[in-house]
């Protein structure tokens, strides 16, 4: 009896010292990330050889009514969205309805320059990487701001140097570019970018918050005067009123937000990613050409020793030290997401946490950084 005892007690020994599956790692190892930066709820996917090999959600979708997060949820994604927005443009280009080179006065429908430099075009391509000149000094929820017809003090939404020679993060010139796609494709953005890129792809999510299950909307918070995390229903408000009675095509388009507006879940967006990451094509669906995928991830323009910025998408060297990734961040009404993929190794990363004690380091929020290097280090390295 004694011999057998020792051999139970052996047995689970053994068993105690059974070493953790990564699965097991990464859960341990994301919510002592979520901890430490205070998140009421993240949600994650890896990708590897074109697969999800992991996905998971940790913490709360809704704190009023205790709800936990799951992978089905969606979150508004903030600026990943100019990714889909120049996923579209890639699309009409190849038609051959427009070109990234073509004037975007000729695009839009109105005069769009910069008044101290009037003899210089603005083209698409500088819209689609932030070097128009263009600044949201304005806002960006109105393209009346840049409209000479519209503002006589449109100059102040421009910066002092020229067209092509500075680069300045500008929200404004993606929701133009929402507007480019109506006029040129003759479909509203929401529905042109659900039948030519979700569908496809087979993902649930859009631009229209009236056209999806609110259900699934995840809560985003964001912390208040007293350091306060406070819920933002801001964040999915339906624009159902403006677009019934007043919407007008190929202008009124930044109502959908073509710059921050996307709403889908986290493996979704994942699944997205890999169409980027394999040169324009997923599950034998063929989005954009290899020569259109490869124009979006090539660098324009360089912003510091670390980071460059591509169309809608930029290329980091810090993010994980010693790997090149291309991808983007969100940040908006509490949330912080990101995208971030290697196109050669075919491995890469989507995150989002719908609030947290946003504290940055090297460009990036700890819990976006935090979170994809240890991803990458259980799964990938």
Not at 225 to 249: F, G, H, N
Not at 287 to 316: F, G, H, W
Not at 321 to 350: C, D, R
Request: hydrophobic share 40%; proline share 4%.
């Amino acid at each position: 009896m004694k011999f057998v005892s020792l051999i139970i007690i052996l047995s689970m020994a053994l068993s105690s010292c059974t070493p953790a599956t990564k699965e097991e790692t990464a859960q341990k190892e994301l919510r002592k990330i979520m901890e430490e930066n205070g998140a009421v709820g993240l949600s994650v996917a890896v990708v590897k050889e074109g697969k999800i090999i992991y996905a998971g959600s940790f913490g709360e979708k809704n704190r009023e009514e205790a709800m936990m997060l799951d992978t089905n949820h969606l979150f508004r994604i903030a600026s990943i969205s100019k990714s889909f927005t120049v996923t579209s443009v890639m699309q009409l280009a190849e038609k051959g309805l427009l070109s990234l080179e073509d004037d975007v006065s000729s695009l839009i429908g109105f005069q769009v320059r910069n008044p101290k430099f009037p003899d210089k075009k603005i083209t698409l391509k500088m819209l689609l990487s932030h070097t128009s000149g263009l600044r949201d000094t304005l806002g960006y929820f109105n393209l009346d701001v840049v409209n000479p017809e519209k503002n006589p003090e449109h100059a102040k939404a421009w910066h002092n140097y020229g067209p092509g020679e500075g680069y300045d993060y500008c929200n404004l010139g993606f929701n133009m570019t929402g507007a480019i796609i109506e006029r040129i494709s003759g479909v509203r953005l929401d529905n042109y970018v659900k039948d030519n890129i979700l569908t496809p792809l087979g993902l649930y999510g859009g631009y229209n918050v009236d056209s999806l299950d609110n259900s699934l909307f995840v809560s985003l918070y964001q912390k208040d005067s007293t350091e306060k995390l406070v819920i933002q229903p801001s964040a999915y408000r339906s624009r159902a009123r403006e677009i019934d009675s007043a919407y007008v095509m190929g202008y009124s388009t930044p109502l959908f937000s073509p710059t921050g507006g996307m709403k889908i879940s986290v493996p979704d967006l994942a699944r997205y990613m890999i169409m980027h990451m394999d040169g324009g094509i997923y599950n034998g669906v063929r989005i954009i050409s290899e020569e259109s995928s490869a124009t979006m991830q090539n660098p324009v323009v360089e912003i510091d020793e670390n980071k460059s910025y591509c169309l809608a998408l930029e290329r980091t060297k810090n993010l994980i030290p010693g790997e090149i990734l291309t991808g983007h961040t969100g940040s908006a009404y509490g949330l912080f997401s990101a995208m971030f993929f290697e196109p050669q190794k075919k491995f890469g990363f989507v995150m989002a946490t719908n609030g947290c004690n946003p504290v940055y380091r090297e460009g990036y929020t700890v819990i976006q950084a935090d979170v994809i290097r240890e991803l990458y280090r259980i799964f990938i390295d």
